[in-house]
């Protein structure tokens, strides 16, 4: 696996208005898309920056992932998501050289990407999303 760039830096807030306000009023990004991916109980905010995407993260429900990331841990830095060519061949190398997964296969996320997580326990501590662009396919 060799990821080709930053995809996007995800971050949980409690407060996905007041987060866009800062990110916009203070650091003059432009928020381009808001979204909620049910699935993952998430609204997300994206802006870009240089070729690198920031991801807010919202909780659309206390007991999803973003809400207990949030109760446990408070606002912050939640994930780096790596972009790469093909994320199952991606996933299957990291599990045969040890890799604990969430995913064992690709699911939908926001932007239409197919997405997957290793389990930050494999990681050295830090959630790592692997995303891929292109052809979307139905797992």
């Not at 007041?18 to 909620?36: N, V």
């Not at 109980?41 to 909780?59: C, D, M, N, R, Y």
């Not at 780096?80 to 599990?95: C, S, T």
Request: charged share 30%; net charge negative.
């Amino acid at each position: 696996m060799k990821p080709s760039h930053i995809e996007h830096i995800g971050i949980a807030v409690k407060n996905l208005e007041e987060a866009i306000k800062y990110y916009e009023h203070i650091l003059g990004l432009k928020c381009y898309a808001i979204e909620e991916v049910k699935d993952q109980k998430v609204k997300t905010a994206f802006f870009k920056v240089g070729q690198t995407k920031i991801e807010l993260l919202e909780s659309t429900d206390p007991e999803g992932p973003i809400g207990k990331f949030i109760e446990k841990k408070g606002e912050g830095i939640h994930h780096i998501a790596f972009a790469v060519d093909n994320i199952e061949n991606a996933l299957k190398k990291a599990e045969l050289k040890g890799v604990q997964l969430i995913d064992k296969a690709p699911r939908k996320g926001a932007e239409g990407l197919n997405i997957a997580f290793l389990h930050p326990k494999s990681t050295f501590g830090v959630l790592t999303e692997l995303c891929e662009e292109g052809n979307i396919r139905d797992f």
